[in-house]
């Protein structure tokens, strides 16, 4: 009986392959990480000038902001990270 031999492509694994996926990865989450500092910093910061032009004694603006681009961030990244 003739024994079937496996391809060499499912005997062997690509070393190469796997750290071209591990940098993959790396650039996929560190981009997902800047791009959520960076939706925080933006609407933290319009928060800020909103209550700066307004005039307001309490940061009514920073903190609202601030919390919509906080949920707004984890909202981008859990739908990107779904992907």
């Not at 800020?48 to 005039?55: A, H, I, P, Q, S």
């Not at 603006?61 to 739908?79: D, E, H, P, Q, W």
């Amino acid at each position: 009986m003739m024994k079937m031999e496996e391809p060499e492509s499912q005997n062997k694994r690509n070393p190469k392959k796997q750290q071209n996926k591990g940098v993959q990865n790396f650039a996929k989450y560190s981009g997902l990480a800047f791009e959520m500092v960076a939706i925080i910093l933006a609407t933290a910061f319009g928060g800020k000038k909103l209550d700066e032009l307004l005039g307001l004694e309490k940061p009514v603006f920073t903190i609202v902001l601030s919390l919509f681009g906080v949920f707004a961030a984890i909202y981008i990244s859990v739908k990107d990270f779904i992907k």
